[in-house]
């Protein structure tokens, strides 16, 4: 049982990239709100037990999870989804452009690149339809919903003010040291991908933390203006076919 504790509210929980949960999880990030908590993102459902048994070894009860914030579509952030609702029944937000894609498993997806990776899993029913501006109550916070497409067309990135500064969650839609996401993916948008990067410089937030990747303790903004430069860099309008991340 592992999780780090990144702030006072947050932990990561689950991710393939550090060893916490199935190799193809995304960051799956918890927020404490005191009596109620949040779970960011699933996973691609392989990990499912074990993001309930690092929650269960903070010393919380995964009972307490009252809401699973999905970032976007993708299958290594949904994939856990359902898993985690029957452990948790805990309610399932996602942003309303998306909801069929979630509960019936559309190309936007990835569902078959999925099941070549060995992942089988279902679609969830979507709880709470986001669209943006959107205050979600958990216990003692708020996390601030912001629509952020690009990546894909109901990507969303979630804000959470700390005594100690100001967290964004961003999914795929920014990654530290300003690495590129996957920008050839189906529904990918690159000119509201531009416009959602710029946004969020706007918002000046102090810590970092991307759905793959390594997370931002101090200085987000810094590592958010260098991923704007190579956004607008003229040669990311020639580039369709690589992959970044």
């Not at 949040?38 to 995964?62: F, Q, S």
Request: glycine fraction near 16%.
């Amino acid at each position: 049982m592992y999780a780090l504790r990144l702030t006072e509210r947050v932990y990561l929980v689950g991710g393939g990239a550090y060893g916490l949960s199935d190799p193809r999880d995304c960051n799956i990030y918890l927020i404490d709100g005191g009596g109620a908590l949040a779970l960011i993102d699933a996973g691609g459902g392989g990990g499912v037990k074990r993001i309930m048994e690092n929650v269960r070894g903070l010393g919380l009860d995964p009972k307490r999870i009252e809401l699973l914030v999905l970032t976007h579509c993708h299958f290594d952030h949904i994939g856990g989804a359902g898993g985690i609702k029957r452990e948790t029944g805990c309610s399932v937000a996602a942003h309303e452009a998306e909801v069929e894609e979630v509960e019936k498993l559309g190309p936007l997806t990835l569902y078959e690149m999925a099941k070549a990776r060995g992942l089988e899993f279902e679609g969830v029913k979507v709880d709470v339809r986001l669209q943006g501006g959107e205050r979600l109550k958990v216990g003692e916070v708020e996390i601030e919903v912001l629509h952020t497409p690009g990546h894909t067309p109901g990507g969303v990135s979630l804000l959470l003010r700390e005594d100690k500064g100001l967290d964004l969650f961003t999914g795929d839609t920014a990654s530290a040291q300003g690495r590129l996401g996957w920008i050839n993916g189906p529904g990918c948008n690159l000119d509201e991908w531009k416009r959602s990067i710029k946004r969020m410089v706007d918002l000046q937030p102090d810590r970092l933390f991307p759905g793959h990747g390594v997370f931002v303790l101090s200085g987000a903004l810094d590592h958010l203006r260098l991923l704007d430069e190579k956004m607008n860099a003229p040669w990311i309008n020639i580039v369709t076919t690589a992959d970044f991340r």
